[in-house]
């Protein structure tokens, strides 16, 4: 059993979620994997369970009933993985839009440089997008501004989902109190971990769009997260923060 758990939601992945894991399997540095699968029709969770076979001790797999949304999914890996002996707790996606390779850049910002939370920031050194669109290239680029505007925030990608928390950081936030599910839920995680005074680095990544499966972005998310963030600010005037 490794100290550094990757978290992947999955929701329809049987395309790429063996190869993710085996992957992350091969890498000189020791991961385990949760997989939360939000009762995938597509036979994801048949497929991570066969696996389990193989990997016994370093792969796991939580089922849950029906498509919950990518923060409730978090929140339920994040409270499996504080009532295990964790110290690091990863996010990543399952179609390798993030590298596997960089989570070892992701562990050493927070295991060597200090970090308490790292991210895999897409803007932080430019543009770092293959294959997008550029309508979707400019919302998420202009969604990170717009953020960073409203809340104060020093960080470039506030929307990435590509991240390594200490455990100290999760034990902290009230997981419970975490109100949005969609992708406004990186933003609120971000911002409450900066505004509990945790210290955040930004490490530069490159994300790759997705070869196999299907994108689960919709406008109803990018609507949450424009909206919520106005929210979120005012209510943290209300809030003590130490």
């Known amino acids: 059993?490794?100290?550094?758990?990757?978290?992947?939601?999955?929701?329809?992945?049987?395309?790429?979620?063996?190869?993710?894991?085996?992957?992350?399997f091969s890498l000189d540095e020791e991961f385990d994997i949760l997989i939360v699968d939000d009762g995938s029709p597509d036979g994801t969770a048949n497929i991570v369970k066969n696996?389990?076979?193989?990997?016994?001790?370093?792969?796991?797999i939580e089922e849950r009933t029906g498509k919950l949304g990518l923060g409730t999914a978090y929140i339920h890996g994040f409270k499996w993985c504080l009532s295990k002996d964790y110290e690091y707790v990863f996010e990543m996606d399952a179609d390798f839009s993030h590298d596997p390779d960089d989570l070892v850049r992701l562990y050493n910002a927070c295991h060597l440089n200090n970090g308490d939370v790292a991210i895999g920031s897409r803007y932080i050194k430019g543009v770092n997008i293959v294959n997008w669109p550029m309508s979707r290239l400019l919302?998420?680029?202009?969604?990170?501004?717009?953020?960073?505007t409203i809340t104060g925030m020093p960080i470039h990608d506030s929307t990435a989902g590509f991240k390594c928390y200490k455990r100290k950081v999760l034990e902290k936030i009230d997981l419970d109190k975490i109100k949005f599910v969609g992708?406004?839920?990186?933003i609120e995680m971000k911002f409450t971990a900066w505004k509990y005074g945790f210290n955040v680095i930004?490490?530069?990544?490159?994300?790759?769009?997705?070869?196999?499966?299907?994108?689960?972005?919709?406008?109803?998310?990018?609507?949450?997260?424009?909206?919520?963030?106005?929210?979120?600010?005012?209510?943290?005037?209300?809030?003590?923060?130490?």
Do not use: C
Request: aromatic share 16%; hydrophobic share 40%.
């Open 183 to 186: 992708y406004a839920f990186q």
């Open 51 to 60: 696996l389990k076979e193989k990997f016994p001790e370093n792969l796991h």
């Open 1 to 24: 059993m490794s100290n550094k758990l990757i978290i992947i939601p999955t929701y329809n992945e049987k395309e790429n979620i063996e190869n993710i894991i085996l992957k992350v």
């Open 139 to 148: 919302m998420s680029f202009f969604a990170s501004k717009y953020v960073k």
């Open 202 to 242: 930004e490490v530069p990544v490159i994300f790759t769009d997705r070869q196999e499966g299907n994108s689960k972005m919709s406008g109803g998310i990018f609507f949450e997260a424009f909206f919520g963030v106005m929210q979120m600010k005012i209510n943290s005037y209300f809030k003590n923060w130490k």
